[in-house]
């Protein structure tokens, strides 16, 4: 995946994390703003914080592409 829609993947995933606590924080659901901050913080830091090294795998809804190796 070229680096350019890498960096476009994670920034979209970081704004609906964030949009999402936000909006369960305005619901006064700490529950679930709380799940949801805890699915994206590592060890108390923003991923973007840390020296952090994204995983991608490849697309799996692939037909074409031999996933046998990641079985």
Do not use: C, T
């Amino acid at each position: 995946m070229p680096s350019n829609q890498i960096e476009f993947a994670i920034s979209s995933m970081r704004y609906i994390y964030m949009k999402n606590i936000e909006r369960h924080v305005d619901d006064n659901n700490i529950g679930n703003s709380d799940a949801i901050f805890q699915e994206y913080i590592i060890d108390n830091k923003d991923p973007e914080e840390l020296d952090y090294e994204w995983m991608y795998l490849p697309d799996l809804n692939d037909q074409q592409e031999d996933i046998s190796h990641i079985l």
